[in-house]
């Protein structure tokens, strides 16, 4: 079933509509909800909240953007929302989460084992600075790099969803990666 044929179903009340709207993006939704709020717990409960605004509000919409687009903007509006509500310090927090791999059950000799370990705590000391210089950004350029990293959403898209221009897209996301570059280089060496 494609995107015109759920927003019909979804209008028409067929039955099943919403079940495949859920199938068919309830991954990516989460994903945005947790990229924003760092707890898999409060995305898994924003993204059932997208869904039942989506389910009660489908009349409302007016088809400017694709399906997906308006998730995306429901889940950051939403999560967003969320993060101002209970007063979170900190937009990201255990990003190193995101990037950890889980160790395969292979037994390593000893030597590996510690040149791996050295590897893993040098690759988190990384990931911790990095959270840390994220968490410095202003909302507006984290929501666009988030959107664009982890979301891997186009500009295009970015500026649909968060509802500006491209330019302004293109802007936040270059003043992001700068702010980022000039913290890390500034604060974090010797």
Not at 4 to 21: D, P, S, V
Request: proline share 1%; glycine share 2%; with cysteine.
């Amino acid at each position: 079933m494609n995107d015109q044929e759920l927003i019909e179903g979804l209008k028409n009340n067929h039955q099943g509509a919403f079940r495949k709207l859920v199938d068919k993006y309830q991954q990516q939704v989460v994903s945005t909800c947790y990229y924003f709020l760092r707890n898999q717990d409060d995305a898994q409960d924003v993204g059932q909240e997208v869904f039942i605004e989506v389910y009660q509000s489908i009349h409302k919409f007016r088809q400017e953007s694709s399906l997906s687009t308006w998730l995306y903007r429901i889940a950051s509006n939403k999560s967003l929302n969320l993060i101002r509500k209970n007063k979170y310090k900190s937009l990201f927090v255990n990003i190193e989460n995101l990037f950890k791999e889980k160790t395969s059950d292979v037994q390593l000799r000893s030597e590996e084992f510690s040149h791996a370990r050295e590897q893993e705590q040098e690759y988190d000391e990384r990931v911790k600075k990095l959270n840390w210089a994220i968490n410095l950004l202003p909302i507006n350029q984290k929501t666009a790099i988030t959107l664009h990293k982890y979301s891997n959403l186009s500009y295009k898209e970015i500026a649909d969803v968060m509802e500006i221009s491209l330019s302004a897209v293109e802007s936040l996301i270059h003043r992001a990666k700068v702010n980022l570059q000039n913290t890390l280089i500034n604060n974090l060496n010797p």
